[in-house]
């Protein structure tokens, strides 16, 4: 089957920068979207930023000019550079890959287990 392994949460002060990374591995055909979401206590998971396999990036709004989203195609991987991180940004980040299994398979997403930021003020 398909696995997301997601890696480079931490605790960091605010201000600081942190890199996440997510590798996809297993049975993959062709991946379309890569993208990460958050979820903060209390709150519903939310878009960070996705990135298409030609590099077409879109952000949520909270996070444009502070986070970049890239692609490593051959590595299956995406990842995610945090800068300038706040307090808000605090949550579970869980990376998504849509994808195909097969040739003939519909597109289907794929989620990871979700790695911890923790920004202290």
């Known amino acids: 089957q398909v696995q997301l392994v997601e890696s480079g949460g931490g605790l960091v002060q605010a201000g600081g920068s942190l890199r996440l990374s997510c590798a996809a591995s297993?049975?993959?055909?062709?991946?379309?979207?890569m993208g990460w979401y958050r979820q903060a206590p209390g709150k519903q998971r939310e878009l960070v930023a996705r990135?298409?396999?030609?590099?077409?990036?879109n952000y949520a709004d909270s996070v444009k000019g502070r986070f970049t989203i890239s692609r490593d195609n051959a590595k299956n991987t995406v990842y995610l550079q945090m800068n300038t991180l706040k307090p808000e940004d605090t949550a579970v980040y869980y990376c998504l890959a849509d994808l195909k299994t097969t040739p003939g398979a519909g597109s289907q997403d794929y989620w990871g287990q979700g790695t911890q930021v923790t920004v202290s003020s």
């Open positions: 990135i298409s396999r030609s590099g077409s990036t």
């Open positions: 297993g049975r993959i055909f062709w991946i379309a979207v």
